[in-house]
């Protein structure tokens, strides 16, 4: 891991790069973002992703304080950014972890890549000891990526609003312990 110069951390992998998110990523998440099949796999992603709301989501990490929250560019050392990765609090004050890839990016083992390194700057230099997942019963791929990551699931299926899908969605509780 290294620290540029405003502060953010960045964590690098055999093949991505997480960083801080900056303005200039806008159109590009703007284009990856306004793919139903991705938006339909978060909670908070609306359809259609413009690139007003690509700017807005930028707009609200640079506010976040990155004791409680942190959010990463996933950049591929070939392809440029192909998703994110976030660790938010929770109603209940307890951090969750999210993340998207652009179609484009599926099964080709990036959301594993990224998550695992994500983790281990969660546990090492977060400091976290405990964080909460969850993917929609439907999306069991992202199930796949939590449970390779060392994701356990805590038994709870609960109904989380899915702002693309305009419905809530079952969703399958994990949790990870350093």
Known sequence: MSIPDDGSPVIATPRLRLRAPKV????KIAALANDPEVARMTTRMPHPYSLTDAESFLAACATNDPAQETVFAIE????????????????DGRTEL????????????????AAAAALVWAGQDWKRRYLLAGHFADNPASGQVLCKTGFLYTGDVVLRHSLARGAPAPTRMMVWLA
């Open 98 to 113: 999210g993340y998207w890839l652009g179609r484009p990016h599926w099964g080709q083992g990036l959301a594993t890549e």
């Open 24 to 27: 200039a990523d806008a159109p």
């Open 76 to 91: 591929h050392d070939s392809e440029g950014l192909v998703g994110m990765l976030g660790f938010h609090p929770g109603e």
